[in-house]
């Protein structure tokens, strides 16, 4: 069964310090891997899109790494502003029709 | 340029009763899709459309009815509202059904069924 499961479900850190958030897919045939924010009440946005041979993309403080082979997947936030504060949820697309498969998510909080 | 647009934001249904979620786009993608986000889940596929007058069924389709006249509006239906389908509401959209498409998402639909 396709699976995306992320870790850990929250997460609290303060204004300024770094975190990485974690997602492992068990979904094939692989296409690719995406990583979206959604602030409360808002539609997810996306951050980043990975293929299978990308190992890294950087988005501004966010940078998504990509390890094919373990099937893992991580979210580095790079100083951490009160805007983080969000839930990131991690989306790995299945097949030739690049249906969507959603991870629940990572609710991170960031505190002044 | 608006992006993906939904209406309403909040609706509250009795049960039984029906009443159509409004999603349009002005970015004319082809392909537009449904989702519903309940807690402790990632979303979940309703319905989707790879283009005008063309639709299928996703994940968890029952009870909602959809079409595609246009290009831009892709309206979701619930026949007669349940309680389960409380729920927030999203609709996508993308350039294509292909890879590495960027999907784009409207703001919810917030649902309350009583």
């Known amino acids: 069964k396709n699976q995306v499961e992320q870790s850990p479900q929250s997460l609290i850190i303060l204004e300024g310090k770094n975190c990485t958030l974690q997602c492992n897919y068990t979904v094939s045939p692989f296409s690719n891997l995406r990583w979206y924010k959604q602030d409360t009440g808002r539609g997810p946005v996306s951050l980043t899109i990975?293929?299978?041979?990308?190992n890294t993309k950087s988005n501004g403080r966010y940078t998504a790494t990509l390890d094919a082979d373990t099937k893992q997947s991580s979210l580095h936030i790079t100083a951490s502003q009160l805007s983080d504060s969000a839930s990131y949820i991690c989306?790995?697309?299945?097949?030739?029709?690049?249906?969507?498969?959603f991870g629940t998510g990572t609710r991170l909080q960031v505190f002044p | 340029n608006a992006g993906v647009t939904q209406t309403p934001k909040f609706q509250v249904l009795k049960t039984g009763q029906s009443m159509t979620l409004q999603c349009a786009q002005d970015?004319?993608?082809?392909?537009m899709s449904w989702y519903r986000q309940d807690p402790g889940m990632g979303l979940r596929l309703i319905h989707y459309s790879v283009g005008a007058g063309i639709t299928d069924q996703g994940e968890v389709p029952n009870g909602y009815n959809v079409s595609r006249s246009t290009t831009e509006d892709f309206p979701l239906r619930l026949l007669s509202a349940a309680p389960s389908q409380t729920s927030v509401y999203f609709c996508?959209?993308?350039?294509?059904?292909?890879?590495?498409?960027?999907?784009?998402f409207g703001q919810g639909t917030r649902l309350t069924v009583v």
């Open positions: 990975m293929t299978f041979s990308e």
């Open positions: 996508a959209s993308s350039y294509s059904d292909g890879m590495n498409t960027e999907a784009f």
């Open positions: 989306v790995v697309s299945a097949g030739w029709t690049d249906k969507l498969i």
């Open positions: 970015m004319n993608h082809e392909y």
